[in-house]
């Protein structure tokens, strides 16, 4: 028992695990007394009511109320534990809290998709924050399949055309295996993902690492807010030239060339502004942008392919 882990259970490592494994033994060890309680007792019944020479007659078997009542009361009884305690703790399966962060999780043959509503996706790894609720909105896009964590306890179908969910809080920081459990084709057993469970911090900039799922001319727009400090995207100078029109054009430089304005000259002078100086302006646009990601510089270039 505990958090450990044995040879029946996997790793306890969510809120839930540990009622579902208290409900998981109680059943078990009940069974097992009586499994063992019905064993001796046939075989001291075989021994001390065997018959012991060919003449003998047994006794009428007359009934007794009170052992009646004891096989009919005690099950009963077990049999209510059971099922209140089982319905109790399905409840609180069911039940995600109404501040559950939420996941969309989809099923395909034979890779396990996850999104985020900041934007970031991802089909190996799920990452989620340590010590808050989460809730997985679920779907299939071919066939059943069904999500499986063992460390969480948490198991449910994933259909096509209908939304499941199920829900967990991860106790543990640490790598969680999540299994497909529904035989959905010839890969299916290597229908694998991992749950990854980091601090809220990790979690935070994970996502803000990942959230760029944008098509590459709406980041572009998004970032380009911080350039609309001196670039206009309507013809008017400012502080720097205006961008409108400016892909694709002939550029006249400071230096007194002409340059075509092709991607390699967008991304050149957003990476190093000093190097090609547009006519009638200063060398005074700051060279941070060199820090920006492949994939920001290509959603700028992109925006500003955009502004004809
Ligand atoms: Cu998907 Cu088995």
Not at 86 to 91: A, I, K, T
Not at 186 to 191: A, K, L
Not at 278 to 284: K, N, S
Request: with cysteine.
């Amino acid at each position: 028992m505990g958090d450990k882990g044995s040879f029946l259970l996997p790793d306890a490592a969510s809120t839930l695990a540990g009622e579902v494994d208290a409900l998981f033994w109680f059943v078990t060890w009940t069974s097992a007394i009586i499994f063992a309680a019905v064993i001796v007792a046939k075989v001291y019944f075989m021994a001390r009511y065997r018959r012991k020479d060919d003449t003998e007659v047994p006794e009428p078997v007359k009934e007794s109320k009170w052992l009646e009542a004891t096989w009919i009361v005690v099950p009963t009884i077990l049999v209510l534990i059971v099922f209140t305690w089982g319905f109790d703790v399905f409840v609180k399966l069911n039940t995600a809290p109404p501040d559950s962060y939420q996941i969309t999780v989809r099923g395909g043959q034979w890779t396990w998709e996850f999104q985020y509503d900041e934007g970031a996706s991802s089909f190996t790894e799920m990452y989620v924050p340590v010590g808050r609720p989460i809730k997985l909105n679920m779907s299939s896009s071919d066939v059943l399949h069904s999500f499986f964590v063992p460390a969480f306890r948490i198991k449910h179908d994933v259909i096509p055309d209908r939304y499941t969910s199920v829900w967990f809080e991860a106790t543990k920081l640490g790598e969680y295996q999540i299994f497909c459990t529904e035989y959905c084709g010839t890969e299916h057993s290597t229908m694998l993902a991992k749950v990854v469970v980091v601090s809220e911090e990790d979690f935070a900039t994970w996502l803000a690492e990942n959230s760029t799922d944008l098509p590459p001319a709406e980041l572009g727009q998004q970032l380009f807010a911080q350039c609309a400090v001196c670039h206009s995207v309507d013809g008017s100078a400012g502080i720097g030239p205006s961008l409108q029109g400016l892909a694709g054009s002939d550029r006249a430089l400071a230096d007194g060339s002409t340059v075509l304005a092709n991607d390699d000259y967008l991304r050149q002078s957003i990476l190093d502004p000093a190097s090609q100086v547009a006519e009638g302006f200063q060398p005074i646009m700051p060279a941070g942008y060199a820090g920006m990601s492949a994939k920001q510089i290509d959603g700028l270039i992109a925006y500003i392919k955009t502004l004809e």
